[in-house]
T-cell receptor
């Protein structure tokens, strides 16, 4: 079966760094995605990892370890607008359908 | 920046009625998807569509559901005989072929409320 786990909620302070973890157990693996979703809005793409290691994109970085079934999203210099849910999603197969299986999301609250 | 457009933004319907949700994917994208998110729950895959046919579908996407690309721009999700449990936000998404094909761009969603 498929299992993607993330913490339900996290709280951090403006200007700080926060790490959101994601562990997965899936029958196949062909990439892990992080999406940001503000309340009532669509998920927006943040990052994609298919090989082990760190991908950096401005204030956001994402790390993947395939052998451990583990990823994290690192947010630096937190801003109030970063308060949102962060969704970890796994693409299981290399096919045209690009089906993503999502975790439940981590709701991040950034406080002043 | 190109975006995926969905209509209606919110639809209220009576149980048993048929609903059609519409999407205009990004113009140079060739893969289209429907996902749904029941309030407070995770985003769930429904169906993917490529080259005028379904390429993958989930267990949720049973005979009650159908998709269609009636013309060169629209992509629709039809839900027949709606049930209370169909109440959810329905997201359309699209992606490219080739470089960047992995990245899905989601629309703003259509909130369906079944009474």
């Amino acid at each position: 079966g498929q299992n993607i786990d993330q913490p339900t909620e996290m709280t951090a302070t403006e200007g700080a760094i926060v790490q959101i973890n994601c562990t997965y157990q899936t029958s196949g693996f062909n990439g892990l995605f992080w999406y940001q979703q503000h309340a009532g809005e669509a998920p927006t793409f943040l990052s994609y990892n298919v090989l082990d290691g760190l991908e950096e994109k401005g204030r956001f970085s994402s790390f993947l370890s395939r052998s451990k079934g583990y990823s994290y999203l690192l947010l630096k210099e937190l801003q109030m607008k970063d308060s949102a849910s962060y969704l970890c999603a796994v693409r299981e197969e290399d096919n045209a359908g690009n089906m993503l299986t999502f975790g439940g999301g981590t709701r991040l609250m950034v406080k002043p | 920046e190109p975006e995926v457009t969905q209509t209606p933004s919110h639809q209220v319907t009576q149980m048993g009625q048929e609903v059609i949700l519409r999407c205009v994917p990004i113009s140079n994208h060739l893969y289209f998807y429907w996902y749904r998110q029941i309030l407070g729950q995770k985003v769930e895959f429904l169906v993917s569509f490529y080259n005028n046919e379904i390429s993958e579908k989930s267990e949720i996407f049973d005979d009650q559901f159908s998709v269609e690309r009636p013309d060169g721009s629209n992509f629709t999700l039809k839900i027949r005989s709606t049930k209370l449990e169909d109440s959810a936000m329905y997201f359309c998404a699209s992606s490219r072929v080739g470089p960047g094909a992995n990245v899905l761009t989601f629309g703003a969603g259509s909130r369906l409320t079944v009474l």
